[in-house]
């Protein structure tokens, strides 16, 4: 990790463009630098449209076709990629750069062997016979800590678990041994675990065979845990660049401490997320005849149970005419009670069956045991219309979740009126207009489509019609893990303001423990299909009880914990 | 993998017990066996002869086990118009179906999947274009008049080709085929094309869209950030994803072919199985209907279960499960 060590990746005043349709040009990058000397990690930060994928696409050869290389060079290991064409000529892909991508359950093709996979590269660009590129494959999958490397070699990605995949693609991108790696979000599939893993074993490849690895990310809590510097970009330049000390403890550029300061802390409770608000008196008002619309619901006092749920069983298969049917059970025995007022957060890695004990309580799956009391009502499979209108619920994806065919004001008033909340289709777009306010949208957004919009004003927009009927529980599941995080840090402080202002309860599901933190009065920790913990989250997270709870805040990657601990040593 | 076979085997043999029940009802309750059978003006002892000895008079169940029998040795009945077993009669068709439909399968597919591999790499170019805009013409045509066309053209205009039957047969064995003369490849060529036409179009645009599904996939540009060369990319990674719902289209069509190709039998006076049958339905040849229908259901029954094991052989993932 010398200074003078030639760099493996070098960068300067690369343009990226695109030509558009009406003869003008799309600049995704303007004119950045960028520099990896071996054995570093540099982290690539921004939001969507950054600018920060199309970096790496440019190093991995894989811009879209009318995307081309304007200006700049991009020296790799030396060798330089000819401009004259636009693309990365002069260099291979696979044999100078290899890559890392976001996804493993998607990324290994499905119908070949880990081998074969790990095998062509090597036959293509290393010119070796079959029997070399088998031992090197076997030493590949003892370097990237796969158990049984012999047996897994002959199997299908299927038959491996997602961290595993990602360890046979990180293999697949050292196969001939590339001094650079672009790694784009390698971790965000992942559970906490596994991402730590994962990240570890980046580092390690990266300290011990010097493989420079440009980090493509949106996640500060992974740039903080593996990271020796951070670019950090926006519209397609680079607002700030340095150390990942320096970068994320003391930001210089206004962006950098914008969207530094809006990763939500796991380490402390904010009563707000600082992000610039769009806190006007029109989305008060609107949340003020929001609440006084709800008032008649909220008759219980503040201790009032909304939602009693008593040993909740779920449990998937089929049953078929000549087996006996093979159950999985993804909920086993959950218990918790919401209270009026209260945000409840359920948390846990993917496969807890957190989301499966959300749907059950929504009626979208019918418990096969326990029961869940709502309001003072029994609910099970047939819900009365009162009981399907107090629950709502929110998605995490936005982009799926609304219709694209309806305009924004019909979406939100389909409810309101199937309710029969307003008594004529005027009133209802009336109801409409005000909800889309208090959700922080112009109310003029209510005649345009979904795709008019962004990923976080459509959550705001699945938000507003979730609130149309009126209801006294909302069940919000990952409402942000598919956002940006300043986006994510405004829908929070909106939820937030909601719940007080609305006098909602929420049922708040998240993998996020940070996010959890941030939001949550209690909560419960949930592993494979149990509740491990439940307790009030400052007390969770000051002093947990279980293992497995101490194990998830362990792992989960912190800009404050990491550089903190850092800064103690030091 | 057993589980798997075994299962997909019970629900065949349900699926043929089912088709034999209503094969087995066609022959009780379509016409009068006994009236087409015995004399004109027969007596009434005659008849009760002739019920006996059909096994008539016995309990409906028994009967139909006495069905099952016979249909599982092979004894499908004589057929009324030809005074010949039924067996028989399908067995000596069936080479001229078989080889009518082979050809075609084969020359849809050959051409079919490059076709469609091409439409999807290339879209803009001359030969894409006029690939999908000749077989919408293809698809959009019934088989007749392709059949018809063709037999203007070449049989009767250019004379190049014969319009109609199997031309000179060579027996080996079992199987009179038309693979081993020239007469008889030559009259192959019209309606193989005729029937392959729109078996083509439905493969070929089944394999453009697969293909383009497929080269916007995670995997294909990992193999293009690996710096994989693009014939292997295409032809082996892309290709052999594409191809797996090809597989079922495949099994399906040809099944449809051997039952149903009527249409180009008729046009072309091809003595197969589909003349055999529009002849039975026009007369009607009641025992030759029902051993159609047997015929048809089991042969979909056997492809579906071929479609199902070549699944597995393709797909890794579901031969774990």
């Not at chain 2, 299962?7 to 006994?34: E, K, S």
């Amino acid at each position: 990790m010398t200074d003078t060590t030639r760099p493996v990746l070098d960068i300067r005043n690369l343009r990226v463009e695109y030509p558009l349709a009406n003869g003008n040009t799309l600049v995704a990058v303007k004119d950045i630098d960028l520099m990896i000397r071996p054995g570093e990690i540099h982290a690539l930060v921004g939001e969507s449209g950054a600018g920060k994928t199309t970096v790496g696409n440019a190093l991995m050869g894989l811009l879209q076709a009318p995307g081309k290389i304007a200006a700049g060079s991009i020296v790799i290991a030396g060798k330089e990629i000819n401009l004259r064409t636009g693309r990365t000529e002069g260099i291979v892909p696979g044999r100078d750069v290899g890559a890392i991508f976001q996804d493993p359950m998607t990324s290994l093709n499905p119908l070949f062997t880990v081998e074969s996979q790990l095998c062509e590269g090597m036959l293509t660009h290393l010119k070796l016979s079959s029997r070399e590129a088998k031992a090197r494959a076997l030493d590949l999958m003892k370097a990237v800590g796969i158990p049984e490397p012999e047996r897994r070699l002959g199997s299908y990605p299927h038959q491996l678990s997602g961290g595993q995949r990602q360890r046979v693609v990180i293999a697949t991108a050292l196969a001939c041994n590339p001094q650079l790696i672009v790694a784009d979000e390698p971790t965000t599939a992942l559970d906490v675990s596994v991402q730590a893993q994962i990240l570890k074993l980046i580092r390690d490849l990266a300290d011990e065979r010097g493989v420079g690895v440009l980090l493509v990310t949106h996640n500060m809590g992974v740039v903080a845990e593996i990271a020796d510097r951070v670019t950090i970009m926006q519209n397609g330049a680079v607002v700030e660049s340095g150390s990942t000390r320096e970068v994320l403890t003391a930001p210089k550029a206004p962006y950098a401490r914008t969207l530094i300061g809006a990763v939500p802390p796991i380490d402390v409770r904010l009563e707000r997320l600082p992000v610039p608000s769009e806190e006007t008196q029109v989305a008060l008002d609107a949340r003020a005849s929001v609440r006084r619309k709800n008032a008649k619901s909220e008759t219980g006092n503040r201790d009032d149970m909304v939602l009693s749920v008593r040993d909740l069983a779920v449990e998937y298969g089929a049953r078929s005419l000549f087996r006996k049917a093979s159950v999985f059970k993804a909920v086993k025995g959950v218990s918790f009670d919401v209270r009026r007022g209260e945000i409840f957060g359920l948390v846990g890695e993917s496969g807890c069956g957190k989301t499966t004990v959300a749907n059950t309580i929504a009626g979208l799956v019918t418990q096969s045991g326990g029961s869940i009391n709502f309001q003072g009502t029994a609910l099970g499979g047939r819900r009365e219309k009162s009981v399907r209108q107090s629950l709502q619920m929110v998605f995490q994806d936005p982009y799926s979740a609304l219709n694209p065919r309806l305009r924004i004001n019909a979406a939100i008033a389909e409810p309101i009126l199937f309710y029969k909340l307003a008594s004529s289709a005027d009133e209802a777009r009336q109801d409409a207009k005000t909800l889309l306010e208090a959700v922080g949208l112009p109310a003029d957004a209510g005649t345009r489509f979904a795709h008019a919009f962004s990923g976080g004003q459509r959550q705001r927009i699945a938000i507003a019609r979730a609130l149309g009927p009126r209801p006294s529980l909302l069940i919000c599941d990952e409402p942000t893990s598919a956002l940006d995080v300043s986006v994510q840090a405004q829908l929070l402080n909106l939820l937030k303001d909601l719940r007080d202002l609305a006098g909602l309860s929420m049922l708040f599901i998240s993998h996020d423990l940070a996010v959890i933190r941030q939001m949550c009065d209690r909560v419960a920790v949930m592993k494979a299909g149990e509740i491990v913990e439940l307790a009030d989250t400052e007390t969770l997270f000051t002093a947990p009880k279980h293992e497995y709870t101490r194990e998830l805040l362990r792992l989960a990657p912190s800009v404050e914990r990491i550089l903190g601990r850092e800064l103690a040593s030091a | 993998m057993i589980r798997l076979f075994s299962v997909r085997l019970l629900q065949a043999i349900l699926v043929m017990v089912a088709v034999t029940a209503i094969a087995f009802v066609m022959f009780r309750f379509v016409g009068d066996p006994v009236a087409s059978m015995v004399r004109e003006g027969a007596t009434q002892a005659e008849k009760d002869a002739v019920r006996v000895a059909l096994g008539l008079d016995k309990p409906v169940a028994m009967q139909f086990a006495n069905f099952v029998g016979q249909v599982l040795t092979g004894d499908l009945g004589t057929s009324y118009r030809y005074q010949q077993p039924v067996t028989t009669l399908l067995l000596s068709r069936l080479p001229a179906t078989l080889e009518l439909v082979i050809v075609a399968t084969v020359l849809a597919l050959s051409l079919g999947i490059p076709l469609g591999v091409l439409c999807a790499l290339k879209p803009n170019a001359f030969l894409s274009r006029l690939t999908q805009s000749a077989t919408l013409v293809g698809i959009s045509m019934p088989t007749f008049v392709t059949g018809l066309l063709l037999i203007l053209i070449f049989a009767v205009n250019l004379r190049w080709l014969p319009s109609s039957g199997r031309g000179d047969l060579v027996d080996i064995g079992l199987w009179e085929t038309g693979f081993l003369s020239l007469s008889g490849l030559k009259s192959l060529i019209l309606p193989s094309i005729t029937l392959a036409l729109f078996q083509l179009t439905l493969i070929m645009r089944l394999v453009r869209s697969e293909m383009i599904d497929v080269l916007s996939s995670d995997y294909i540009r990992f193999a293009f950030a690996r710096g994989l060369p693009r014939p292997y990319i295409y032809g082996r990674l892309a290709l052999r994803n594409a191809l797996m719902p090809v597989v079922t289209v495949t099994g399906l069509q040809i099944g449809q072919l051997i039952a149903f190709a009527i249409v180009t039998e008729t046009v072309f006076q091809w003595p197969g199985m589909g003349l055999l049958f529009t002849n039975a339905v026009g007369y009607p040849d009641v025992p030759v209907l029902a051993a159609y229908l047997l015929f048809v259901g089991f042969l979909f029954v056997m492809i579906n279960m071929i479609v199902d094991i070549l699944y597995t052989f393709i797909d890794p993932r579901l031969r774990t499960r």
